[in-house]
């Protein structure tokens, strides 16, 4: 059975660790990301948290509830950092495409972290005001409920969708990343016209975009098609 999480409150009255530091959520999590940034995904365990808090494997376990408690409340982190001075424009284009840059960026800041939330639903108070926030943007502008939330679901998943692949390429040793990228050179542009016409044409574009994120691209399309739905409904 899983141990009770103790209130706020009762943890702030709790004397610091060994080290005199006096631990809290917000910086068991900040910890935990430095950690993955540092060390990879294999890296974070309760022990190695703890050593680096210099406090007891033990003590983490008044905050969270065990280590998929803590991974959730990273992706809610990377949530927050994402909505961290946005405010609505009341302009629904321009409110969800800063939206979707930042919650794309936020992740691809921390690759590792991404990996391992961005599937996840925390429940949390970050993920909570960017799903309202997302539900008002396009309510407010008058998309239809059904509508509101298949755009919706398309935004959040395409976005997090982005955010994992772009984060699993950064996630790649520096050796590997830049191999992938340079395959774009030293194999799609060498292929000959007779055998791949297309590859061939197409050579220069690639080796130029596809080792860039799609995101924006595909952003733009989501909001073009979202725009058609609100003139069709408003039709």
Do not use: C
């Amino acid at each position: 059975m899983a141990k009770p999480v103790v209130p706020e409150e009762r943890r702030r009255r709790r004397r610091p660790t060994r080290g005199g530091t006096v631990l809290s959520e917000r910086l068991i999590v900040e910890t935990a990301l430095r950690m993955l940034r540092e060390h990879g995904n294999a890296g974070l365990t309760a022990r190695r948290l703890g050593l680096a808090l210099d406090a007891d494997p033990s003590t983490l376990y008044r905050y969270f509830r065990g280590m998929d408690d803590l991974t959730l409340a990273i992706g809610d982190a990377l949530v927050g950092q994402a909505l961290d001075g946005w405010r609505p424009t009341g302009r629904w284009r321009e409110d969800l495409r800063a939206v979707g840059l930042r919650i794309h960026a936020a992740y691809v800041a921390h690759p590792q972290a991404a990996l391992l939330t961005t599937s996840r639903v925390t429940g949390r108070a970050n993920e909570l005001a960017a799903d309202e926030a997302v539900l008002d943007v396009l309510r407010s502008a008058g998309f239809p409920l059904a509508d509101t939330v298949t755009v919706y679901h398309a935004f959040i998943d395409q976005t997090l969708a982005f955010a994992a692949l772009d984060a699993a390429s950064l996630a790649l040793p520096s050796a590997a990343l830049r191999a992938d990228e340079e395959m774009w050179r030293s194999t799609y542009a060498r292929l000959p016209e007779e055998t791949h016409p297309r590859i061939a044409e197409a050579a220069p574009l690639l080796a130029r975009l596809m080792v860039t994120s799609a995101y924006p691209t595909a952003l733009e399309m989501l909001l073009h098609s979202a725009a058609a739905r609100l003139d069709a409904a408003s039709g």
